[in-house]
């Protein structure tokens, strides 16, 4: 299993980025896939999340807004568009997948994803 992320970069507050996470190795088609960011000394944080059919998505009160999960099962990428960025979104952020198969939830605890990609760092700064 690889999930590969990638998007990240220095960017202006009130500026955008995506992140997509590229993912082989499984059927990706099958798994929840989500979203999580970390900064230094702090826990890691849960941020968006998408079930297996894209039916659903689940994301934490901060981004609600401006951030959207999306997800392509013909390109087994899911992706993170961020908008009007805030220097507080800055951490790496690191695309996950669920444990369960066809799961019609989306966990916000990271104990429950059991595959994680290498993290791409997000700067948000003037």
């Known amino acids: 299993v690889q999930l590969q992320a990638s998007g990240g970069g220095l960017v202006q507050p009130g500026g955008s980025l995506r992140l997509s996470c590229a993912a082989s190795?499984?059927?990706?088609?099958?798994?929840?896939m989500s979203w999580f960011r970390q900064v230094p000394g702090k826990e890691r944080e849960f941020v968006a999340g998408?079930?297996?059919?894209?039916?659903?998505?689940y994301s934490t009160d901060s981004v609600q807004g401006r951030f959207t999960i999306s997800r392509d099962n013909a390109k087994n990428t899911v992706y993170l568009q961020m908008t009007r960025l805030k220097p507080e979104d800055t951490a790496v952020y690191y695309c996950?997948?669920?444990?369960?198969?066809?799961?019609?939830?989306?966990?916000?605890?990271?104990?429950?994803?059991?595959?994680w990609g290498q993290g791409t760092l997000v700067t948000v700064s003037s």
């Open positions: 996950a997948r669920d444990y369960r198969e066809f799961s019609g939830y989306v966990s916000r605890t990271h104990r429950e994803y059991e595959y």
């Open positions: 190795g499984f059927t990706f088609s099958r798994h929840t």
């Open positions: 998408i079930t297996w059919s894209g039916g659903s998505t």
